[in-house]
């Protein structure tokens, strides 16, 4: 445990932890999702006919890193942000952070129209890695579909149990009892290896609600991977969420009802 106390974690470019992700679009229009993408000029096409890179330039030039206040962009070698590709009828984004995922999300929610491309779920690790850990090759390695299906059913059905038996509760109190009980449970539990979150894009009118459910919910994840690399091992994912509502909604100038 010491060693890895000593040793830092791996970080990209823009300085927030490596932890790869996986967005996933239904894809309802390819022919117009790729003459959507050919306007943008932070997207550039590889010699791959379904595959493109994602820069940090011109139409997302204004997005922030808090980790690089100070960080000097250099126009003539622009920070690739990640990589697109349309396979098998959908539309994937492959990002190595969870930062780039929560920046990606409204960025393309906004350029490319929901009528061609609708995000579905994106699929994540739960870990950072050390400097000189072997690294999986490419997301297919790092995803087994089977795996992230039962994860989620696993986590659907336990809601909806819960969900019964608030609503079958004899008072408002024992409802809060039940709920409490199963928040304090979950956070408690050890997050998988790999994991998937399903957007719900349909039942939201306003997507920037989406969006902040999206980021409070990673966030809390790379605060748990990170506090327990470098040794608290009794940070939960409920005291990641805490910290995480009270930055946001603190910094707002929100009250938080408790």
């Given at each position: 445990?010491?060693?890895?106390?000593?040793?830092?974690?791996?970080?990209?470019?823009?300085?927030?932890?490596?932890?790869?992700?996986?967005?996933?679009?239904?894809?309802?229009?390819?022919?117009?999702?790729?003459?959507?993408?050919?306007?943008?000029?932070?997207?550039?096409?590889?010699?791959?006919?379904?595959?493109w890179?994602?820069?940090?330039?011109?139409?997302?030039?204004?997005?922030?890193?808090?980790?690089?206040?100070?960080?000097?962009?250099?126009?003539?070698?622009?920070?690739?942000?990640?990589?697109?590709?349309?396979?098998?009828?959908?539309?994937?984004?492959?990002?190595?952070?969870?930062?780039?995922?929560?920046?990606?999300?409204?960025?393309?929610?906004?350029?490319?129209?929901?009528?061609?491309?609708?995000?579905?779920?994106?699929d994540?690790?739960?870990?950072?890695?050390?400097?000189?850990?072997?690294?999986?090759?490419?997301?297919?390695?790092?995803?087994?579909?089977?795996?992230?299906?039962?994860?989620?059913?696993?986590?659907?059905?336990?809601?909806?149990?819960?969900?019964?038996?608030?609503?079958?509760?004899?008072?408002?109190?024992?409802?809060?009892?039940?709920?409490?009980?199963?928040?304090?449970?979950?956070?408690?539990?050890?997050?998988?290896?790999?994991?998937?979150?399903?957007?719900?894009m349909?039942?939201?009118?306003?997507?920037?609600?989406?969006?902040?459910?999206?980021?409070?919910?990673?966030?809390?994840?790379?605060?748990?991977a990170?506090?327990?690399?470098?040794?608290?091992t009794?940070?939960?994912?409920?005291?990641?969420?805490?910290?995480?509502?009270?930055?946001?909604?603190?910094?707002?100038?929100?009250?938080?009802?408790e």
């Open positions: 445990m010491f060693d890895r106390l000593q040793k830092p974690f791996l970080t990209v470019e823009t300085g927030e932890a490596y932890q790869p992700i996986r967005l996933t679009y239904d894809l309802t229009e390819s022919n117009e999702l790729m003459t959507a993408l050919e306007k943008l000029q932070c997207v550039e096409k590889n010699p791959n006919a379904n595959s890179n994602w820069y940090w330039k011109d139409e997302c030039d204004g997005l922030h890193f808090e980790s690089l206040d100070s960080f000097r962009k250099n126009p003539d070698h622009p920070i690739r942000l990640g990589t697109l590709t349309v396979r098998d009828g959908k539309f994937f984004l492959n990002l190595p952070s969870f930062k780039r995922a929560c920046m990606a999300v409204p960025f393309f929610h906004k350029m490319v129209s929901k009528q061609i491309a609708n995000i579905h779920h994106a994540f690790l739960n870990k950072v890695f050390a400097t000189d850990e072997r690294l999986p090759h490419g997301f297919s390695e790092l995803f087994k579909e089977e795996e992230l299906d039962r994860i989620l059913h696993e986590r659907v059905e336990g809601y909806q149990k819960v969900k019964e038996q608030c609503e079958q509760a004899a008072t408002a109190e024992e409802a809060l009892n039940v709920l409490s009980d199963y928040t304090h449970s979950e956070a408690g539990k050890k997050l998988p290896y790999a994991e998937r979150y399903v957007f719900e349909q039942d939201q009118e306003d997507p920037d609600v989406i969006f902040l459910g999206f980021y409070i919910y990673l966030r809390g994840r790379e605060l748990v990170i506090k327990r690399w470098f040794g608290e009794g940070y939960s994912l409920s005291d990641a969420v805490d910290e995480t509502v009270e930055a946001v909604f603190g910094g707002l100038g929100v009250d938080i009802i």
